[in-house]
């Protein structure tokens, strides 16, 4: 069965300290893997897309990698600030089919 | 949020009502997708578009109906609604298919009492 499993499920850390969110995944064939940001009370938003080739990929103080042999991928955060506070989602598709798997989500709390 | 508009933005009714939830695209999208999100799991697909008047289902379909009838615009119905869909309920589009960059519309918080 394709999953995804996202750990922890929520954390809390101070604002200027990094921290490193988790993403395991089953889904075969392997297209693409995602990382979105949803702030309480809407919608998510991209942060990054990586494909089978790609490894690491950064926007801003976000950064991304992905082990395709070993089915992770991690986000990592750079000095948190307050508005990091969010949930972070992974989502997974799969290649030739339509199926697209959402992660439960890593809660993250920065305190000032 | 991209373009995209959900209505109403929060709704409260009765078990065995029949509620519609609307999405409305400025994108000009070719895909659109409703789906819910709650406690404990990952959005999950109900529904999808891949043009006008073309839909399909997704993994929790049952007890939901859609219809585009236009390229901006993606209806959610529930036919009868019960407890067990009281839900958030997000909208998203794109250009290409699902496996491509998604963008989510702020959500429906609905409850059915």
């Known amino acids: 069965k394709n999953q995804v499993e996202q750990s922890p499920q929520s954390l809390i850390i101070l604002e200027g300290k990094n921290c490193t969110l988790q993403c395991n995944y089953t889904v075969s064939p392997f297209s693409n893997l995602r990382w979105y940001k949803q702030d309480t009370g809407r919608g998510p938003v991209s942060l990054t897309i990586?494909?089978?080739?790609?490894n690491t990929k950064s926007n801003g103080r976000y950064t991304a990698t992905l082990d395709a042999d070993t089915k992770q991928s991690s986000l990592h955060i750079t000095a948190s600030q307050l508005s990091d506070s969010a949930s972070y989602i992974c989502v997974v598709s799969e290649a030739g089919g339509f199926k697209t798997i959402f992660g439960a989500g890593t809660r993250l709390f920065v305190k000032a | 949020d991209a373009g995209i508009t959900q209505s109403p933005r929060h709704k409260v009714t009765e078990t065995g009502t029949p509620v519609t939830l609307r999405c409305h695209q400025t994108e000009n999208h070719r895909y659109m997708y409703w789906y819910r999100q709650d406690p404990g799991h990952g959005l999950r697909l109900i529904h999808y578009?891949?043009?006008?008047?073309?839909?399909d289902k997704g993994e929790v379909s049952d007890g939901y109906s859609v219809s585009r009838s236009k390229t901006e615009d993606f209806l959610l119905t529930l036919e009868s609604a019960t407890s067990s869909q009281t839900s958030v309920y997000f909208c998203a589009i794109s250009s290409e298919g699902r496996r491509n960059e998604q963008y989510f519309g702020p959500g429906t918080r609905l409850t059915v009492t």
């Open positions: 578009s891949y043009g006008v008047k073309d839909t």
């Open positions: 990586m494909t089978f080739s790609e």
